[in-house]
């Protein structure tokens, strides 16, 4: 019989288990919801017209994007951490107005066309689950989203936004309710297949776009910030640098266990519509996430159909607040006004009134006869150009000594954020160099 400290210490560790479990998903904050974010009904729909017109040919994308990805968003929750400030805090306290305002223009655009497209693709989610009326579901569901965001204190939304990441996993299970060849998606994954077209390039460009976006590198950096100043036992690291190896330990671990599982949620997503859709012939006619989701119930069956629209209004309801806090944070940070989740509408009325416009700019473009779907699958393409500079940038920034005191970044994230910077470069002057030769 086990001595009593024996089975004590044993007993401790075993209840211990359950507590490390916790502990280990309380960790995981910004980065964790910023990589489901990216997941949001448009880039389903990117993903889903890759797999449909492009096969599995394009899968070894998310196994090459994910470094790529989550060393520029550590780089972003750094500059966040060190700072207490957004990037476009940092740009206007350092850089010409120009180059803040070009920016925060670009992304405020960029981010009303997703956010108009996600609540459609929500919209019209619904509608086939539901029937009804597509417009009343997506302004049905843009205005509970923007009364969300506005209403519940930041401590209580994020701990709801950590538990929307879940809807992610309904496409990781649809892709298990389909016939997938296995092999050959291993040898898809690890063998990179290219195809010197504009529409492969373009493609490729829309994923990368896609995966290393511009409102993600404002959305962290922000959220960073914002938790600084919200607890009380932590300050801006160029304060308190005592605190940096712990936090830069947290911010690995969060950033690249979000960043893999937005990776992860994205390569399913591919398989998935490559093993059903491209294989039937069905890739010419998918244009958006419902179209996929729709197309999938004959082919897959209503099961595989109905996880696949249901997960599009769970990361639907994620995304949007995502998209309109980044611009709000944007705008407010570059022109000096208070912004912060966990204010008040009265005590920061003009990054209120930011966030609310952006929402409902993008619903009403569904009633406005234009139709941001179309217009989706180019943004996702501008954004992965736009983000040429932008990651210039920051690698710049995250180099400067006046901005980061002594932590500069460590030899990895140099190296990977440089050759993220030149990938994102690389693919954009292919695309328009494809498009040039297709026109002659």
Same mark, same amino acid.
């Given at each position: 019989?086990?001595?009593?400290?024996?089975?004590?210490?044993?007993?401790?560790?075993?209840?211990?288990?359950?507590?490390?479990?916790?502990?280990?998903?309380?960790?995981?904050?910004?980065?964790?919801?910023?990589?489901?974010?990216?997941?949001?009904?448009?880039?389903?729909?990117?993903?889903?017209?890759?797999?449909?017109?492009?096969?599995?040919?394009?899968?070894?994308?998310?196994?090459?994007?994910?470094?790529?990805?989550?060393?520029?968003?550590?780089?972003?929750?750094?500059?966040?951490?060190?700072?207490?400030?957004?990037?476009?805090?940092?740009?206007?306290?350092?850089?010409?107005? $120009?180059?803040?305002?070009?920016?925060?223009?670009?992304?405020?655009?960029?981010?009303?066309?997703?956010?108009?497209?996600?609540?459609?693709?929500?919209?019209?989610?619904?509608?086939?689950?539901?029937?009804?009326?597509?417009?009343?579901?997506?302004?049905?569901?843009?205005?509970?989203?923007?009364?969300?965001?506005?209403?519940?204190?930041?401590?209580?939304?994020?701990?709801?936004?950590?538990?929307?990441?879940?809807?992610?996993?309904?496409?990781?299970?649809?892709?298990?309710?389909?016939?997938? $060849?296995?092999?050959?998606?291993?040898?898809?994954?690890?063998?990179?297949?290219?195809?010197?077209?504009?529409?492969?390039?373009?493609?490729?460009?829309?994923?990368?776009?896609?995966?290393?976006?511009?409102?993600?590198?404002?959305?962290?950096?922000?959220?960073?910030?914002?938790?600084?100043?919200?607890?009380?036992?932590?300050?801006?690291?160029?304060?308190? $640098?005592?605190?940096?190896?712990?936090?830069?330990?947290?911010?690995?671990?969060?950033?690249?266990?979000?960043?893999?599982?937005?990776?992860?949620?994205?390569?399913?997503?591919?398989?998935?519509?490559?093993?059903?859709?491209?294989?039937?012939?069905?890739?010419?006619?998918?244009?958006?996430?419902?179209?996929?989701?729709?197309?999938?119930?004959?082919?897959?069956?209503?099961?595989?159909?109905?996880?696949?629209?249901?997960?599009?209004?769970?990361?639907?309801?994620?995304?949007? $607040?995502?998209?309109?806090?980044?611009?709000?944070?944007?705008?407010?940070?570059?022109?000096?006004?208070?912004?912060?989740?966990?204010?008040?509408?009265?005590?920061?009325?003009?990054?209120?009134?930011?966030?609310?416009?952006?929402?409902?700019?993008?619903?009403?473009?569904?009633?406005?006869?234009?139709?941001?779907?179309?217009?989706?699958?180019?943004?996702?393409?501008?954004?992965?150009?736009?983000?040429?500079?932008?990651?210039?940038?920051?690698?710049?920034?995250?180099?400067?000594?006046?901005?980061?005191?002594?932590?500069?970044?460590?030899?990895?994230?140099?190296?990977?954020?440089?050759?993220?910077?030149?990938?994102?470069?690389?693919?954009?002057?292919?695309?328009?160099?494809?498009?040039?030769?297709?026109?002659?």
């Amino acid at each position: 019989m086990p001595e009593p400290s024996v089975k004590a210490e044993t007993m401790a560790q075993t209840a211990s288990r359950p507590a490390r479990h916790v502990h280990f998903l309380l960790r995981l904050g910004p980065g964790l919801i910023t990589g489901a974010a990216d997941d949001d009904p448009s880039g389903i729909a990117t993903y889903s017209q890759v797999g449909a017109l492009f096969g599995m040919g394009m899968l070894w994308t998310m196994l090459f994007s994910f470094p790529l990805m989550a060393a520029m968003q550590e780089i972003c929750a750094r500059l966040g951490r060190i700072t207490g400030a957004g990037i476009a805090e940092n740009l206007r306290k350092n850089y010409p107005k $120009p180059v803040l305002y070009g920016l925060v223009l670009l992304l405020c655009w960029a981010n009303i066309f997703n956010l108009g497209a996600d609540v459609t693709a929500m919209g019209a989610a619904a509608q086939l689950v539901f029937g009804g009326s597509l417009n009343a579901y997506a302004l049905g569901f843009g205005l509970l989203s923007l009364f969300l965001v506005v209403y519940v204190p930041y401590k209580k939304y994020v701990h709801y936004l950590k538990w929307l990441t879940l809807a992610l996993f309904a496409y990781v299970a649809t892709a298990f309710v389909v016939h997938v $060849p296995w092999k050959l998606a291993l040898r898809s994954t690890v063998i990179p297949s290219v195809s010197w077209t504009a529409d492969y390039w373009m493609a490729l460009v829309a994923v990368l776009g896609t995966t290393i976006s511009p409102y993600l590198f404002f959305w962290q950096t922000s959220e960073e910030a914002e938790d600084v100043r919200l607890n009380r036992n932590e300050s801006p690291l160029k304060r308190r $640098p005592e605190q940096a190896n712990s936090e830069f330990r947290r911010i690995s671990l969060d950033t690249w266990v979000g960043m893999g599982f937005s990776n992860l949620v994205a390569f399913f997503i591919i398989l998935t519509t490559a093993a059903t859709l491209h294989a039937a012939g069905a890739g010419q006619g998918i244009e958006t996430s419902a179209d996929a989701a729709k197309a999938l119930q004959p082919l897959a069956g209503r099961f595989a159909f109905l996880l696949f629209a249901l997960g599009i209004i769970g990361t639907g309801l994620l995304a949007v $607040p995502v998209l309109a806090g980044s611009a709000a944070y944007a705008v407010a940070e570059a022109f000096r006004w208070r912004a912060s989740l966990e204010s008040r509408p009265r005590q920061a009325p003009r990054f209120y009134a930011v966030l609310a416009a952006a929402t409902i700019i993008g619903i009403a473009l569904n009633f406005l006869g234009m139709n941001p779907i179309r217009a989706l699958y180019w943004s996702a393409v501008i954004n992965g150009v736009v983000a040429v500079p932008l990651m210039v940038m920051l690698m710049i920034m995250s180099a400067n000594a006046a901005i980061v005191k002594e932590f500069s970044l460590p030899v990895y994230l140099r190296v990977v954020g440089w050759a993220a910077t030149v990938v994102m470069l690389l693919a954009s002057l292919a695309f328009i160099a494809s498009s040039i030769h297709g026109m002659f």
